[in-house]
């Protein structure tokens, strides 16, 4: 099914073939396509208003300006920018947002600290999109974290961050970016075998006008999208885009919880749930005297902790999670220490209203450069590699990338898609935001290699400096707040110097020492992200034309040209690693 999403048009009219033919005109392939206007006059514009539906053998073809595939938090944010006017002046794309999930809830159980939201709101609202100040569920004054047991703290010690944090109304949020744009309920069937080339044949090819792509329902009833660009939103494990594999990089590391929102047996006007305090949301309990005796070595070598919403009443949503952790802890082992937990804070579950299995792969390669299909969201590993952040990063990072492809639509008849996608993987990944992230993975791989006691005193050190040095590491994206203090490589350095100091002996000795380690195994990139030295991480930047997939993978074959030049033993260059002028 296909049908218009906002409420100043009905698609679903328009592609009615009744009207094919009055109201149904195809762009040309110079990019000027004729479009209604408001008044019903037909006109020339550089942009259109509608897209358009034909017949492809079996399958329908439409048009549209932007396609974008998965209806995440990423796909609609981008889907609702691309396809809302901010200003008169401002680029209305036609979008359509592609997903046989489309209309099912979104289940994750989003947080967020008060402030990052209160900049995303204001954000949207410059953009002309409104409503995230509704879509909040609950929210919480202070965040109270647990660490003892280590270190000489007291187990019963709670460390309060004066910070706000609240819950997101996940379905209020699903509303508020409900953008202008189409929705198709069918999934891509594609799968990227090398850069721009994808199985089963046809079923996605670009070209210099932009990318065709195939869609099908579960029915196998198929569309054909032609469209000038295409964002994956498809999320953490995209099949779509392929990763740059020549850059140095450590596999991705994964956060998995198992949560669960339950109804408890409490006096309900109790201020508190068991030691949660019901006035403030528990982002760490890292207590592990809950453990039997036979499983603490393997509770403190494979920690997990409780994050825990209080959402009035007797309902509190509970997580068991495991920060980071490569390979990932298992599920079971979640809900095993979930259930002990509870159980040794004396909070007896009444009811299970939802439950939650949390898989979010953190770090890892970013997408390879020259790409025509645009990555976004947990397809662009845009999720912060320490701490499994991601949405607000996300929310953020779609205006950046909205205005870039804005920009380059409205070149109007000079539109490269070659280069809009360049420059939309810029628009993300631009050296200076490489560098930051660089320096996030590090910390993620430090905190994989940590046993409780490790984590334990990291966070009790990080969480003792300025409230804006810490908010800022965890932000971690230009464009949210306090994120200034880690945008240079100074501000970095400041960090972990003062950081370092905040630390129990043994803990910044380790960090000193996986300094120096992780330096000399895994290439420049902490050098690069903490000091002036050791250049730029390499940019996503256009610069030579369109890379298509005749053109193969440009690196790699003059990679192996440069070699074979050196060999003693070929003399021939093969036809196909030759360049293509
Ligand atoms: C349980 C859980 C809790 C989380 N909690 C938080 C949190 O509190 N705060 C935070 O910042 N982050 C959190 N995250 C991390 C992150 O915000 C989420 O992973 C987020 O949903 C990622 O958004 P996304 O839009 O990139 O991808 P997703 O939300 O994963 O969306 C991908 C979409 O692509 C669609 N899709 C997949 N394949 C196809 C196909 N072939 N064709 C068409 N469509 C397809 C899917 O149906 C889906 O709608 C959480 C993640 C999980 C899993």
Known sequence: MYYNNGPLRNAYALINPSNIGV???????????????????????GKALFSTISSDGDNKRIECDVIVIGSGPAGRAIATLLSTQSSPNDEKLNVILADENANEKWVPNYGAWRKEWDAIISSYESEGVKGFDESVDTEWEVTDCYFGGSYD???????????????????????????????????????????????????????????????????????????????????????????????????????????????????????????????AMTLFDYRTDHIPTDEVSSAESTPTFMYAMPLGKNRIFFEETSLVGRPAISFQTCKDRFFQRLKHLGIEVKNVEEEEFCYIPMGGPLPERNQRVIAFGGANAIVHPSTGYNLCRTLMGAIDLSKVIKTEFATGVNFNPGKAAAQAYHAIWNPSNIRQ???????????????????????????????????GFLAGWPGLPDNVHHETWFGRLWFGLIFIVKLPPNVALDLALYILAYSINDGIALPQSVTPFFGEPQSYQYDKGPKLSYIGDVAAKAEARKMIQESKIIKTLPVALKEIA
């Not at 109201?23 to 008044?39: A, M, P, Q, V």
């Not at 196998?220 to 779509?240: A, F, N, P, Y």
């Not at 850059?247 to 956060?255: I, S």
């Not at 910390?443 to 966070?459: D, S």
Request: with cysteine; aromatic share 12%.
């Open 153 to 279: 703290i007291p187990v019963e010690q709670r460390m309060r961050l004066e910070k706000p944090y609240l819950r997101v109304d996940k379905d209020k949020l699903r509303d508020v970016l409900g953008g202008s744009y189409s929705i198709l309920e069918k999934n891509h069937i594609s799968s990227a075998v090398g850069m721009n080339v994808f199985s089963p044949s046809g079923s996605l090819v670009v070209n210099e006008n932009g990318c065709i792509i195939k869609l099908c329902d579960k029915n196998g009833d198929c569309s054909v999208v032609e469209s000038k660009l295409i964002v994956d939103c498809t999320g953490h494990e995209s099949k779509l885009v392929t990763r740059d594999h020549r850059t140095p990089f450590r596999d991705a590391g994964y956060q998995i919880a198992y949560g669960a929102l339950v109804e408890v047996v409490e006096e309900e006007e109790n201020s508190s749930i068991g030691p949660y305090d019901k006035k």
């Open 23 to 45: 109201n149904f005109l195809k762009y040309n392939t110079r990019y000027k396509r004729r479009s209604f206007s408001h008044d019903g006059d037909l006109s020339f514009r």
């Open 437 to 471: 992230r660089n320096f996030a993975v590090f910390g993620g791989e430090f905190l994989m290699k940590q046993n409780v006691k490790g984590l334990r005193g990291f966070f009790y050190g990080f969480f003792r400096l300025p409230v804006e040095i810490w908010a």
